[in-house]
């Protein structure tokens, strides 16, 4: 046994065949006897059988990796473990007896634009224009469902910012992991027992800006840091991040919700236009019913507001009937950065 092996069997214990399987993508217990597997985009249902202490002493083990902590007045946990993955704990009373456990593995955190088209993730034609689009230094919202790849994607479009430039990750548990020189990564700090020294997503991201970034990426948008990240992006600062929604479009108005999140003299009035010159290109990613993971869209932020709404136009949209995609009417954003892709898309 080798001594990766041996410190995984440390580490995840019972759950350690589990971690070391590569085709497992997430390990989670709902309760001591009902432990699941997704392989492929799909659950499985294991034969593993544990006890309770067996399930409390694994996830104490895991959380003295990350200084993280849970007890009765923080009953849930995000922490990220040594090889990456991320854990999420709920305990009694949140859940009704069972602590709840997820362990959700990053396998591709080190694959590229090229290998994901390779992966028929999308097309080389696709992967090609958000390789560009990064170099240009166009704005990119990554969006979809749980598990769709949002993380995936983000880490391919960060690894392919040019080498030369600061980047800065935001995140609420450390993720991402850019293929390049000069990153600088950040996560978010609960509060303590006393309910002091609580870091949060805004707080780093205004941090951020005092660090000389050349790009800021943001893990996951999820409430009012959505505002900074706006304001972040509209002042010129090249920038990234993923949203829960279920299309491109729905990405851009829940974009206009969190913001409002904020304070009550934040408005819609404001927010649509921030949003319209801020955001340029949208990467709208799906999981389908076989496990089959893909870009299903990416839109364009034309910079245009109609009725308190920016417009967004698809540049690429996938037809399951067909299975192939089709080309939209939308154009590139900031076409002097790139005006030969963009002529040579508007041939095809």
């Not at 170099?135 to 749980?146: D, R």
């Amino acid at each position: 046994m080798s001594e990766t092996e041996i410190d995984a069997t440390n580490v995840f214990g019972p759950l350690a065949a589990f971690i070391a399987d590569p085709t497992i993508e997430e390990v989670w217990i709902n309760s001591p006897e009902r432990i699941f597997v997704a392989r492929g985009g799909r659950s499985e249902l294991t034969m593993l059988l544990l006890t309770a202490e067996q399930v409390r002493n694994l996830v104490e083990r895991l959380l003295l990796w990350s200084g993280r902590r849970l007890d009765l007045s923080v009953p849930f946990v995000d922490a990220r473990l040594p090889d990456g993955s991320r854990l999420h704990v709920a305990i009694p009373e949140i859940t009704p007896q069972h602590w709840a456990v997820n362990i959700r593995k990053h396998l591709l955190q080190k694959i590229s634009l090229t290998q994901l088209a390779e992966r028929d993730v999308m097309t080389i034609e696709m992967a090609d224009l958000l390789r560009r689009s990064v170099s240009a230094g166009i704005n990119i919202l990554v969006s979809g469902g749980t598990q769709a790849g949002k993380t995936t994607m983000l880490n391919a479009l960060v690894s392919a910012i040019p080498v030369a430039e600061r980047v800065i990750t935001i995140e609420e548990v450390f993720e991402l992991a850019p293929q390049l020189p000069d990153v600088i990564a950040m996560q978010t700090r609960s509060a303590n027992l006393q309910g002091e020294g609580e870091i949060s997503l805004r707080r780093l991201i205004k941090e951020s800006l005092r660090m000389r970034p050349s790009r800021i990426v943001v893990g996951e948008v999820r409430e009012s840091e959505a505002l900074d990240l706006l304001i972040a992006l509209n002042s010129g600062l090249p920038g990234m991040g993923t949203l829960h929604a279920n299309s491109a479009r729905d990405a851009i108005a829940k974009l206009q919700i969190l913001p409002l999140l904020a304070g009550e003299n934040i408005s819609h009035r404001f927010i649509a236009p921030t949003i319209a010159s801020s955001i340029d290109l949208i990467v709208h990613v799906t999981l389908d019913r076989n496990g089959v993971r893909r870009v299903s869209e990416i839109a364009v932020v034309t910079g245009r507001v109609e009725n308190l709404n920016p417009e967004v136009d698809s540049l690429y949209t996938w037809n399951s009937k067909t299975g192939s995609y089709v080309r939209g009417l939308g154009s590139l954003p900031h076409p002097e950065k790139f005006a030969d892709l963009d002529s040579e898309l508007r041939k095809r």
